[in-house]
């Protein structure tokens, strides 16, 4: 379990970027967090993984506060791949990338390579496995960086922006691995500006606005508060968008209940 | 819109600043002037000359705060240790005359003038250049350049690749942070941070150079090799006569100081 | 004729295996709106670095058959000259500011600067431009310290002011917040009226739906559909092909399936609402 409590955030600088954020996230689920840029959504996971310190109030991690230990104790449960891949990726093939941390942790031979198979299954990238990194296109460099973490088996796992930059394929590939990560009992976070990414894959949407979180819920309690969809400068899904205009109740959000409705 | 900052580009490049506008390339050479004289000259007493020059026009173009703090991390430990260094080396030779004790160790006068000699020729020379620098945008410089037929290629290499050292360092911050994020231990003994290093190497090296290409393409959109003239949005002033005069008592100096190093060295024969 | 032609095109980056373009057909009039969509690794960029004439220019590798610009082969024009007629703006919003002008200002009549346009005229253009793309309160910031959002507007604002006939536009957007999406799209809404040739790269399918004449789908390095838009977005094999359509459109084919089709299937929420309603 997650637990942000009471806690600000405010960058060296003294840019305050979050103000008194509560927030508990649970083993198993699946949270997407919406907003704008500036809302606090990155300063916000980043506290999860101990990257950013609360200048008041707490982050506990399954019992351990992020203040006491560093932040490479508190990333072995908390795995955070960044929005690009660029910052993170340095081995020269992608199978090197992917093999480093459970090296790193000195597992065994037999651990790692059950692990980046495992990785490079879900991710979808068997054949970029033995091509450098940077000669794969972006957004596929994209999934080997989410590879490299989840070889290294994180208990909860932050994806920045996955889906920017991918195509049909790629955002579908990413749908499935959410739900197979938190069918093995990972806990998957991410950050989004793809609502249509968020509604069809995650249980609990978190919208944030103004250095908190203004609305935390199912995807109808966020898209069908106008109020919510306002502050946080988001869109309503398209399917959502016509059954409002339409004047329809029952808060429909996705295609087939248009289509049972009409 | 700020109309009236969108048309001050009609107007020459001005800071409203008389030293600060004055042609980068004979502000150079007034620096370079003085700072080579100092140099050949040899003497604290044209070094601690420039130095109060230094503060004058520091004072004059508001850029004191940086340019003492600057000085003085040169200055202190430049004096300290060419004074101690040529006491311990030239001491007690004979005939030296001795000038004050510190905590009964005798200094002379000799090797301390020598010394002084020394320190204030270098803070000198690095008074006017610190000058320079602090007063002139690498941009203003590279358009002077330009102006007395330097490519705009050769201009531009020069100033990116100042603005991606900015940005490396920007970079660099984030990609350790992707690291620890990933679990690899950066606090700790020597070894630990070794380890930590290396992964934050490769991406910020990379970085910089898959940008490269990007750039040439983005700066080519922009008709960068276009060769039917070349037009300025920001103009220098032409330089006024007053100021080649300026230029020219400069150089004055510095050929007056090459006479006075010859005829000094050839009264010493 | 065609402003821009593509007979039996095929392409090969160096130092690689497969060719990113094979056998393209295709071709760009005047005036229009085009959008590029399909699967990454189809070919959609490859296609703006030909157009662009980085390719063969800039990229060597392996180019067959005949790709002309105003009735000229490709490989006969001159890059610089292909500039101020081909505007070209790309995702990358970090890589599009020069780095060597420390106003937005500057940023923006850095192509006029080497164009050789006059300064006077040079200081309208780029005024006008930077109000034209809701950039004026910025004109005074340092570029590099900019938002990506911004910065990506002020890359716009550059070529822009350059008043090129064509603009290619490679997924601008794809590295942007939804506010920094939504004033890019504004952007893009205005073009539209320019008269000037839009060739656009996008994933966000509502996007193409919304201003697009025409739509060319890449798959594999060759052009499998095109057409105009409402044809080409409507196809029911698009849909099967794994291509994004808009939710509206699936919504569309959905209706059809469960035996209360609409008389069309919509593109757009607009066209969707009309079309529900005339069914009551």
């Not at chain 2, 040899?42 to 000085?71: C, E, K, M, N, P």
């Not at chain 3, 997924?171 to 920094?180: A, F, K, V, Y």
């Not at chain 3, 196809?235 to 209360?260: N, Q, T, W």
Request: glycine share 8%; aromatic share 10%.
């Amino acid at each position: 379990m997650i637990e942000i409590k009471n806690a600000s955030f405010k960058y060296p600088n003294d840019f305050v970027a979050l103000e008194k954020i509560d927030l508990t996230i649970k083993e198993g689920e699946k949270v997407a967090i919406v907003g704008q840029n500036g809302a606090g959504k990155t300063t916000c996971v980043k506290m999860m993984n101990g990257l950013n310190k609360p200048f008041e109030g707490d982050v506990i991690v399954d019992g351990v506060n992020t203040k006491d230990v560093t932040i490479a104790t508190i990333a072995r449960k908390v795995g955070y791949v960044f929005q690009n891949p660029d910052e993170q990726i340095f081995n020269s093939t992608a199978r090197k990338e992917i093999e480093f941390m459970p090296r790193y942790y000195k597992l065994s031979e037999e651990e790692v390579r059950q692990r980046v198979d495992h990785a490079v299954e879900i991710c979808d990238i068997g054949k970029y496995l033995d091509t450098n990194p940077y000669e794969i296109p972006y957004p596929i460099r994209k999934f080997v960086a989410i590879a490299a973490v989840i070889a290294s088996k994180p208990k909860y796992i932050i994806l920045d922006e996955p889906t920017a930059g991918q195509d049909l394929h790629g955002t579908q590939v990413l749908g499935r691995l959410v739900d197979t990560l938190t069918n093995e009992g990972m806990t998957v976070i991410t950050i989004t500006h793809d609502m249509e990414f968020a509604i069809n894959n995650f249980d609990r949407i978190i919208a944030m606005a103004h250095k908190n979180i203004i609305c935390d819920g199912t995807a109808r309690d966020i898209f069908w508060n106008e109020e919510v969809i306002k502050e946080a400068k988001i869109k309503k899904p398209a399917i959502g968008e016509l059954a409002k205009r339409l004047g329809l109740d029952g808060r429909i959000l996705f295609c087939d209940e248009l289509v049972d409705k009409l | 819109m700020d109309k009236e900052f969108a048309y001050s580009f009609k107007d020459y490049v001005k800071y409203g600043n008389g030293f600060k506008d004055l042609n980068p390339i004979s502000k150079l050479t007034i620096s370079l002037c003085l700072g080579i004289a100092s140099c050949v000259i040899h003497r604290w007493q044209f070094g601690i000359f420039l130095f109060f020059l230094g503060i004058i026009l520091a004072l004059y173009t508001r850029v004191f705060d940086r340019f003492i703090r600057s000085l003085l991390v040169i200055a202190i430990p430049l004096l300290l240790l060419t004074s101690i260094m040529r006491q311990l080396q030239y001491g007690h030779v004979e005939g030296n005359t001795p000038i004050f004790k510190i905590f009964g160790w005798q200094w002379y006068k000799e090797p301390f003038i020598a010394s002084m000699d020394i320190a204030w020729y270098i803070i000198g020379f690095s008074s006017v250049l610190l000058i320079y620098f602090l007063n002139t945008e690498m941009k203003d410089l590279m358009l002077a350049l330009e102006n007395r037929g330097v490519t705009h290629v050769a201009s531009y290499i020069m100033l990116s690749s100042m603005q991606s050292i900015i940005d490396m360092r920007k970079s660099a911050n984030t990609i350790l942070e992707s690291q620890k994020a990933r679990g690899i231990e950066t606090d700790g003994n020597v070894i630990v941070r070794m380890k930590a290093f290396f992964p934050t190497l490769g991406p910020i090296l990379l970085s910089a150079m898959s940008g490269t290409e990007e750039k040439a393409i983005a700066m080519d959109a922009r008709a960068f090799s276009h060769d039917g003239g070349h037009t300025y949005l920001r103009v220098l002033r032409p330089i006024p006569v007053w100021e080649y005069v300026i230029d020219a008592l400069a150089v004055l100096v510095l050929i007056g100081s090459i006479v006075y190093a010859i005829m000094s060295s050839m009264h010493a024969l | 004729m065609s402003f821009i032609e593509l007979k039996d095109v095929s392409y090969k980056y160096p130092y690689t295996k497969d060719f990113a373009l094979k056998d393209v057909n295709c071709s760009f009039e005047k005036g229009k709106f085009y959008g590029i969509i399909g699967e990454n690794g189809g070919g959609k960029t490859t296609l703006c670095n030909l157009i662009r004439g980085l390719i063969p220019h800039f990229y060597l590798g392996k180019l067959t058959g005949e790709c002309k610009i105003e009735g000229k082969d490709i490989r006969d024009w001159d890059t610089a000259e292909l500039s101020s007629k081909i505007g070209y703006v790309f995702q990358n919003p970090f890589t599009q500011i020069s780095g060597i002008k420390s106003t937005v200002f500057e940023e923006v009549a850095i192509g006029l600067e080497n164009l050789g346009v006059p300064k006077d005229e040079m200081i309208e253009r780029v005024m006008k431009v930077c109000e034209q793309l809701d950039i004026g309160h910025l004109i005074k910031n340092n570029p590099n310290n900019l938002s990506g959002g911004q910065r990506q507007r002020v890359a716009f604002a550059s070529i822009i002011a350059m008043d090129t006939d064509t603009l290619v536009i490679d997924e601008p957007t794809s590295q942007l917040d939804p506010e920094g999406t939504e004033n890019v799209f504004k952007i893009i809404e205005s073009l539209k009226h320019s008269n000037k040739t839009i060739i656009l790269v996008e994933h966000k399918i509502d996007l193409i739906a919304q201003f697009c004449d025409e739509i060319l789908v890449m798959e594999n390095g060759s052009v499998a559909f095109s057409g105009p838009t409402h044809e080409v977005l409507t196809k029911r094999e698009l849909f099967e092909h794994k291509a994004s359509i808009p939710e509206v459109s699936k919504f569309g084919l959905a209706m059809e399936d469960a035996g209360k089709p609409l008389s069309a299937i919509p593109i757009t929420i607009e066209e969707a609402y009309e079309l529900i309603k005339e069914r009551g």
